[in-house]
């Protein structure tokens, strides 16, 4: 571990440069939702994105640089996904009543999430490489990005599928919710860990601890039943 960290800071220190564009980035992101009053369509990687793209096409820097000087932020997804399991552990005592609807809902969410997919490329005659790259696009990035590169997506499509994904989800919720009249916390975080991943998530504990609880787990078991089920499925869709 402490190998680790060193190695990652003296990348910073060759390259801290791109570290600060990011931190800036999702800084004036960040200010910009909040005086919004955190509206969906103003999330911060709608506005950190192209707002970082941008100033890396105006300044010339190559992904690759780019990449390798955020390489604490990457090494940081680990830790950050391990820590989402705190709250979680405080709402164990109500997950056994829930077991039943619970393992209907994450089944039928997952699968949902695939057929989509399967929906999407039949409808506009898009290639099964599209198929292979999208079919994992509501699992959160890191476990998805293994899925797609063991059966042979495109990894550079997926990343913008997920994300697509991910703010669609944050997006939509709000109003499915309110016309559906789900008010339940529990379950409005299961659905957005479900559907929108990682943003889904982050999005739940703005609601409330209990409510990002849920989308956690129903973004980590999505994603290892999608790990698990698609590799193994894909042969049925693939013509």
Not at 195 to 200: R, V
Not at 218 to 233: D, F, K, Q, R, V
Request: hydrophobic share 55%.
């Amino acid at each position: 571990m402490r190998e680790i960290i060193l190695q990652q800071w003296q990348l910073i220190s060759a390259t801290s440069w791109p570290l600060l564009l990011t931190l800036a980035g999702f800084w004036i992101a960040w200010w910009t939702y909040n005086r919004s009053g955190r509206a969906s369509l103003l999330h911060p990687l709608m506005i950190a994105t192209p707002l970082i793209y941008f100033t890396m096409h105006s300044i010339d820097l190559d992904f690759a640089t780019y990449y390798a000087g955020n390489g604490i932020l990457n090494w940081l997804l680990g830790p950050a996904t391990v820590a989402l399991a705190i709250p979680l552990s405080q709402q164990l005592r109500q997950l056994p009543a829930m077991f039943k609807p619970l393992t209907v809902a994450l089944l039928l969410g997952g699968l949902f999430a695939t057929l989509s997919a399967l929906l999407l490329v039949k409808l506009f005659g898009l290639s099964d490489v599209v198929l292979l790259s999208l079919a994992a696009k509501s699992v959160t990035s890191p476990i998805a990005l293994s899925i797609v590169e063991k059966i042979g997506g495109l990894t550079s499509l997926l990343a913008v599928a997920t994300m697509i994904t991910g703010l669609a989800g944050i997006v939509m919720a709000k109003t499915i919710f309110r016309l559906t009249q789900l008010e339940d916390e529990r379950w409005q975080g299961l659905i957005l860990g479900v559907t929108a991943h990682a943003i889904g998530t982050a999005k739940a504990f703005e609601s409330s601890p209990r409510c990002g609880a849920f989308a956690t787990l129903g973004m980590g078991i999505n994603g290892i039943l999608t790990a698990i089920m698609l590799p193994a499925s894909m042969g049925l869709f693939i013509s």
